[in-house]
């Protein structure tokens, strides 16, 4: 099964080995984790955009006033509401390796309804957001007022910047048909 529409660069193919800027970017990736991901592989038919991507991904999880593991909750929450079963495939694993336990994972879509793992307030605040922002994208007065009360302005710009860049790559993955992690 091909992972996209388009094709992909793999790290052993003619074309990652011929390219120094894919070499280093493909050696940098696996520094961080196991393999490198369907996107990136895909993405890596523009390599100076793939170098942008990998500096701003990194950029927004590393210097965000929002912890990791409530990132990739949230990640799997923008996830779902714009049907990217890619994005799931990729960040699931990452919030369980994480620490968020997996009835969090398995129940944030059903979080409105569930205070028992879902009562942090401020949790719920950013959840709302997301619901919103990455959804219709209009965030009614009183979901933004709640999310003002529990994070500073910094968080907020975090989040927004999080909810912005994977509503992308959810349209990103479904317009190219990246396959999911895990399939081949």
Not at 128 to 146: N, R
């Amino acid at each position: 099964m091909p992972i996209s529409r388009i094709g992909a660069i793999t790290p052993s193919s003619a074309t990652a080995a011929a390219s120094p800027i894919l070499s280093s970017l493909f050696a940098n990736i696996l520094t961080r984790r196991p393999a490198v991901l369907h996107i990136h592989q895909v993405v890596a038919h523009n390599p100076e955009l793939l170098r942008a991507q990998a500096q701003y991904a990194a950029a927004l999880r590393e210097n965000s006033a929002i912890s990791r593991p409530l990132q990739e909750l949230l990640i799997i929450r923008i996830a779902q509401i714009n049907g990217s079963s890619y994005e799931q495939s990729v960040h699931r694993p990452i919030a369980i390796q994480l620490g968020v336990p997996t009835d969090r994972v398995d129940g944030v879509a059903g979080w409105k309804g569930n205070r028992k793992l879902f009562g942090e307030e401020a949790q719920r605040a950013a959840l709302a957001y997301v619901e919103e922002a990455a959804g219709e994208g209009t965030v009614a007065d009183a979901t933004f007022a709640e999310l003002e009360r529990h994070y500073s302005k910094q968080a907020i710009v975090d989040l927004s910047a999080l909810v912005g860049w994977y509503v992308g790559n959810t349209r990103f993955t479904r317009a190219l048909q990246i396959t999911d992690e895990g399939v081949e």
